[in-house]
């Protein structure tokens, strides 16, 4: 019996060793990083099938270190086949006290833009309010600067929206995600964080925060503008803004999904909008000063 499991276990290696390497590299695509890279011990001609992989996922979460995370990153950029990458995930976990700086984080969208990946994700563990958040122009402002940035998708998770937000380099951006992010609002009386995406087509918002909301950070009020020429989908969860304007002359899907207190929409220019998605919850009050703010 053990004889014929092991020729039926043999017969199934072979066939995967078969498999010709683009659908190898395919499969592989599906895995974190790690994994991928331990599949190179299952058969000899998958020992380099990692290197070719479109896909790096990177999650601290599966490291007890956050030194040894940030060596096993590096080892992985500095032999990984240089061509051929389609998408770039880092997750970061809980890592200020086991040393962490933003150098890794640097180095891997570096990585990423110079070798023309069309997705980014970058999820950062920490609280918006945390001094550990991540600052947009601490990390993006010197790496975006070039015209040759092939970004189409880029998604964030814990950070701080400054004013470096949407540099020359992300022209070529048609889908954004922004989650459980701080936007800087400064003194500006209406902030407008997206005009910088000419091409932008998808945008989803979820538990955006205007900093005005921390008085310790800023106490003037954030009004925010939501501009796109070429925008057809926009999905707004839990965005907390004391006024959003809207001027989408194309958005075609509108979703909120948010507590009525913060409904306080004007100036809503869709004229192509087909389709509305909206979950409230909570209790709304109108009164006078209201009538012009809640308008939907």
Same mark, same amino acid.
């Given at each position: ?9 043999? =017969?199934? @290696? ?19 990083? +790690?994994?991928?890279? *331990? ?20 999650? *601290? ?24 990458? +389609? ?30 990946? =069309? ?15 991540? =600052? ?34 992300? =022209? ?19 902030? $407008? ?12 918002? @979820? ?36 006024? &959003? ?32 998605? &909206? ?9 006078? $000063? ?7």
């Amino acid at each position: 019996m053990n004889k014929k499991r092991k020729a039926v276990k043999e =017969r199934r @290696r072979d066939r995967l060793s078969r498999l010709p390497e683009p659908i190898i590299h395919h499969i592989f695509s599906f895995l974190a990083t +790690r994994s991928a890279v *331990q599949t190179s011990v299952l058969l000899r001609s998958w020992r380099s099938a990692w290197k070719h992989v479109p896909v790096l996922d990177f999650s *601290q979460h599966s490291f007890q270190r956050y030194s040894s995370f940030h060596r096993y990153v590096g080892n992985v950029l500095s032999l990984r086949y240089p061509l051929n990458l +389609r998408k770039v995930k880092f997750a970061d976990g809980e890592r200020r006290s086991d040393g962490r700086d933003d150098s890794l984080v640097i180095r891997v969208i570096q990585y990423a833009l110079s070798h023309a990946a =069309r997705h980014l994700v970058i999820d950062n563990a920490d609280d918006v309010i945390s001094p550990d958040i991540y =600052r947009f122009s601490d990390l993006f402002g010197s790496t975006t600067s070039s015209s040759n940035c092939n970004l189409e998708t880029l998604e964030l998770e814990g950070f701080e929206i400054d004013s470096g937000f949407g540099s020359p380099g992300f =022209r070529m951006l048609t889908s954004l995600d922004l989650w459980t992010c701080l936007v800087a609002c400064g003194e500006e009386e209406v902030l $407008e964080p997206f005009s910088n995406f000419p091409c932008l087509k998808h945008l989803s918002l @979820r538990d955006l925060l205007g900093d005005f909301l921390f008085p310790e950070i800023n106490d003037h009020p954030g009004h925010m503008k939501i501009y796109g020429l070429e925008l057809v989908s926009l999905k707004l969860h839990t965005v907390k803004f004391y006024r &959003i304007e809207i001027d989408a002359p194309k958005l075609e899907f509108f979703g909120i999904w948010d507590d009525v207190e913060w409904l306080y929409y004007s100036n809503l220019i869709l004229p192509s909008l087909d389709h509305v998605d &909206i979950g409230l919850h909570g209790k709304l009050r109108f009164d006078e $000063e209201d009538k012009e703010c809640v308008a939907l």
